[in-house]
């Protein structure tokens, strides 16, 4: 042991809706890699993950942890939608124990100005802290007001394996995180993740080091499933993405793969076959906007076309399809919106998540707000409806688009394409009364309807079809 080795503790709050959470903080655990390996002792306790395991183990309270553990720092990441949560851990945290308080997460980058003079915060990170977060460890103390520090952006070498050991409730964990990049070229223009990561510059990481990480993660903990490509831009460099694919096949892991964005651009029926032999399982596509015009204005370096072109090869391989909508960006209004919940119909995809939109400071959408409409307190708001129909009104509406419109956009493009997931038949009993009231209020009765009607035979119709899909392996390649 280090013999100036201190004990590290990374929090993060669950949010009170119904979402179940399946993976653990990937930041705690890189962070946690990083200061584990130059002696520290780290414990990592994501409660959104714990509740989402659902399982019947006991999950410690913050004042257990604290009282056992006695850390020498406290960190917790602050994500804008966990604003509330987040406050709440930090008072609980702050009376339970002494310790310097350090946070980081995005909502650190995009508003420092929230906890600039809280006396109960030490450490403000600004950025990815995978560069400064030793030396801020190492020296760190309690200050009466935060100290800013501003992380580095680190190359795609700096990034290390992330930690699972380090984390509490690890060994139930199914699903395996990794990026094999950082950051993104592109400049969709309500996206913040050149905010987040320091611009637009794409750090790739060594591939043959992502492969030797999961199999060596695989070995350690042979319950995990699937292996989560969790990348900004996965396929920025199609042919790289290409040679993971070949690189991961050869490995037999075991393991399937999942990735959570793919450019619809940069997919070609080789990446899908190789996708395939390599285990993957699923593609989900930034289709943002089903209205031409509204895509437009996204500016994604693409166009719709591409789009359905890859939904087409997506679906011609049989691959699960995720779609990713955007609701209420610049230009939009309910009528417009209309065309994506046609797109969604047409297509049928697999998943689909219909994001509200939220200017980000920083973002052009922002700018486009401020000028041609209302922008409110972002804090504390889920860009998704969840899947008992709870959501927080809309932060930002246009005259074009106002806020009721915009609920009932969301609520109708929820209900219509059956966003939520098929194992959640036991839920549409108990969303039923609460349905009723939303289309009293809201004036959607023919989408409540429609959804009460249709839902159980659409249910047994997609459970049918994902069973004979994964069972007979009617992917290509997989036959
Ligand atoms: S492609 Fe994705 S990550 Fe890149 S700017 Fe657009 S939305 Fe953001």
New binding site residues.
């Given amino acids: 042991m280090h013999p100036h080795s201190k004990k590290i503790l990374f929090l993060n709050p669950a949010k009170n809706d119904s979402f179940a959470v399946d993976r653990i903080h990937m930041g705690f655990t890189l962070m946690g890699q990083i200061l584990s390996e130059a002696g520290h002792q780290v414990k990592v306790l994501d409660y959104a993950f714990l509740r989402g395991l659902n399982l019947p183990i006991e999950i410690p309270s913050v004042k257990e942890v604290i009282n056992k553990f006695k850390p020498d720092v406290i960190g917790v990441s602050v994500f804008t939608y966990l604003y509330d949560e987040s406050n709440s851990l930090i008072d609980e945290i702050s009376e339970l124990s002494d310790a310097p308080i350090v946070l980081g997460g995005p909502h650190i980058t995009l508003f420092p100005e929230d906890f600039n003079s809280d006396t109960r915060v030490s450490y403000l990170v600004r950025g990815e802290a995978e560069g400064v977060i030793l030396d801020l460890v190492e020296n760190a103390g309690k200050k009466n007001t935060p100290v800013i520090v501003q992380g580095s952006v680190p190359s795609g070498d700096d990034i290390p394996a992330v930690n699972l050991d380090i984390a509490y409730g690890g060994n139930y964990l199914k699903n395996y995180q990794i990026q094999l990049s950082r950051g993104?070229p592109?400049?969709?223009n309500f996206?913040n993740?050149?905010l987040i990561a320091g611009g637009r510059k794409v750090r790739a990481r060594n591939l043959d080091s992502c492969i030797e990480q999961i199999t060596e993660a695989k070995r350690k903990y042979p319950d995990l499933q699937t292996v989560f490509i969790t990348d900004?831009?996965p396929n920025f460099d199609r042919e790289r993405f290409k040679n993971f694919l070949v690189k991961f096949a050869e490995r037999k892991t075991g393991c399937n793969l999942h990735i959570d964005?793919v450019?619809a651009d940069l997919v070609d029926e080789e990446m899908l076959q190789l996708y395939i032999k390599a285990g993957g399982l699923n593609i989900c596509l930034?289709t943002e906007s089903g209205h031409p015009d509204v895509f437009k204005q996204v500016n994604?370096g693409e166009s719709l076309d591409e789009v359905l072109a890859a939904i087409s090869l997506v679906k011609k391989y049989n691959l699960t399809l995720g779609l990713c909508f955007v609701i209420g960006l610049p230009d939009d209004n309910f009528k417009k919106h209309m065309h994506s919940i046609a797109l969604a119909k047409i297509v049928k995809p697999d998943y689909v998540f219909w994001n509200m939109c939220t200017p980000w400071p920083g973002t052009p959408v922002y700018k486009w707000f401020k000028q041609h409409g209302t922008v409110g307190d972002v804090r504390g708001f889920s860009t998704l409806v969840d899947p008992e129909f709870n959501f927080t009104l809309p932060r930002a509406w246009s005259d074009d688009f106002d806020r009721e419109d915009r609920v009932r956009a969301w609520l109708i493009a929820n209900l219509e394409t059956y966003a939520f997931p098929v194992n959640s038949i036991r839920r549409f009993f108990s969303n039923a009364v609460k349905l009723t009231h939303l289309a009293n209020k809201y004036k959607i009765y023919k989408a409540v309807i429609t959804y009460l009607v249709c839902f159980v035979p659409h249910y047994f119709k997609k459970a049918i079809k994902k069973r004979i899909k994964y069972v007979f392996g009617l992917q290509k390649g997989s036959i």
């Fill in positions: 993104c592109y400049s969709c996206c993740v050149e900004d831009c964005n450019r930034g994604k």
